[in-house]
């Protein structure tokens, strides 16, 4: 890195990826001069710990920007929307978790791996994707910049902890519950917002946030568009179906794709995810070894296994990749993309 120190602000402190992104901001060990912890004005007053100094956590407004360099949001996109445009105006760089901006034509939608040359076309704020987008792109681009991708279908097994901290909660005591034998009334999944609950305890929803016109719900899209954008691939074919289990951390994706060549085998797939960066091949049927999201928690790779070819189609592979949302679908992403503006010179 370049060897300056940062002030640097985290606005959703103390969420659960805020909480994430302080953690992994120490373990990374960023050169950080000054760190501000902004919340809501529920959580102003908190305490938090950062490389043994305790802060307390402030309410976040545009004068809170005042100095800050770089400010990675995760309080949701009504918070983004309303302060990530007032931190720029006093000189931020803002790192944006929320789906706010991700599809504005102005503002890079970045993973590392993938597309970090994006950055330098910034005007004050990158978006960081959808944590199940981040985890599919970062596997398949080895293949596509290789062999060329003209297809995508994927289907999600998603973790709780993406619909928060309470929904986690929920699944834990309705499966207490289904066991003791009592009633459990949901409040919060499919969508808190939505009209009708169902149970996650020992059940699968088809359903990841609302139904759009066209019977692909919103998460759905957000996979479908942002891939395309993150790839430079308007023409790319793109379908997903996301599921929310009943797992705490850790989303699980089945995926086809069909590439640009067809003599490639299994092993040259594999030998190609082997060596790419930000992933873990674990592949080896024979040995059952393959990724599970209870193995993904607490860890930043993507894992990648279950590689077969289609039996049909001759350019059709499938594929089984895990990564934990909370780390490389959120938080990891965002301080890699704030460690790839300081390499790059572009954070002043």
Same mark, same amino acid.
């Given at each position: 890195m370049?060897?300056?120190?940062? /002030?640097?602000?985290?606005?959703?402190?103390?969420?659960?990826?805020? #909480? $994430?992104? %302080?953690?992994?901001?120490?373990e990374r060990d960023f050169p950080i001069s000054t760190l501000t912890l902004l919340s809501s004005s529920r959580s102003a007053g908190?305490?938090?710990t950062f490389k043994g100094q305790e802060l307390t956590v402030k309410e976040a407004n545009p004068e809170a920007f005042e100095g800050v360099q770089l400010a990675l949001f995760s309080a949701g996109g009504s918070v983004s929307k309303?302060?990530?445009? @007032?931190?720029?105006? /006093?000189?931020?760089?803002?790192?944006?978790?929320?789906?706010? &901006?991700?599809?504005?034509? @102005?503002?890079?939608?970045?993973?590392?791996?993938?597309?970090?040359?994006?950055?330098?076309? /910034?005007k004050g704020i990158i978006a960081n994707p959808n944590c199940s987008t981040i985890q599919m792109v970062a596997a398949l681009e080895p293949l596509k910049q290789t062999y060329g991708l003209s297809k995508i279908i994927v289907s999600t097994y998603q973790a709780v902890s993406g619909a928060g901290a309470n929904a986690v909660t929920e699944m834990k005591e309705q499966s207490?519950?289904?066991?003791?034998?009592?009633?459990? @009334?949901? $409040?919060?999944l499919p969508v808190k917002g939505d009209k009708k609950h169902y149970p996650i305890a020992f059940n699968a929803i088809p359903q990841i946030d609302v139904f759009e016109e066209n019977g692909f719900t919103y998460e759905e899209m957000k996979m479908i568009n942002e891939t395309k954008k993150i790839m430079h691939d308007a023409e790319l074919h793109v379908a997903a179906t996301c599921v929310r289990?009943?797992? @705490?951390?850790?989303?699980?994706?089945?995926?086809?794709?069909? %590439?640009?060549?067809?003599?490639?085998?299994?092993?040259?797939?594999?030998?190609l995810l082997k060596n790419a960066p930000g992933v873990t091949l674990k592949d080896d049927p024979a040995n059952q070894v393959?990724?599970?999201?209870?193995?993904?928690?607490?860890?930043?790779?993507? &894992?990648?296994?279950?590689?077969?070819?289609?039996?049909? #189609?001759?350019?059709?592979? /499938?594929?089984?990749?895990?990564?934990?949302?909370?780390?490389?679908?959120?938080?990891?992403?965002?301080?890699? %993309?704030?460690?790839?503006?300081?390499?790059?010179?572009?954070?002043?």
């Open positions: 370049s060897g300056k120190n940062y /002030h640097v602000a985290v606005v959703g402190a103390t969420g659960a990826v805020g #909480q $994430q992104m %302080i953690k992994t901001l120490e908190k305490k938090v309303a302060l990530a445009p @007032e931190a720029v105006k /006093h000189g931020a760089i803002v790192v944006d978790n929320t789906s706010a &901006f991700r599809m504005d034509p @102005e503002v890079p939608l970045v993973v590392p791996e993938v597309n970090e040359g994006d950055l330098n076309d /910034h207490q519950a289904v066991l003791n034998g009592e009633n459990y @009334e949901p $409040q919060i289990l009943p797992i @705490e951390t850790g989303h699980a994706e089945s995926v086809y794709v069909e %590439i640009g060549q067809e003599d490639v085998s299994v092993e040259d797939v594999k030998a393959y990724p599970m999201p209870v193995d993904a928690v607490g860890k930043s790779d993507v &894992f990648v296994g279950r590689i077969r070819k289609d039996l049909n #189609q001759k350019n059709g592979f /499938h594929m089984w990749i895990v990564s934990d949302n909370l780390l490389k679908g959120a938080a990891w992403n965002s301080v890699q %993309i704030a460690e790839s503006l300081a390499a790059l010179n572009i954070l002043k």
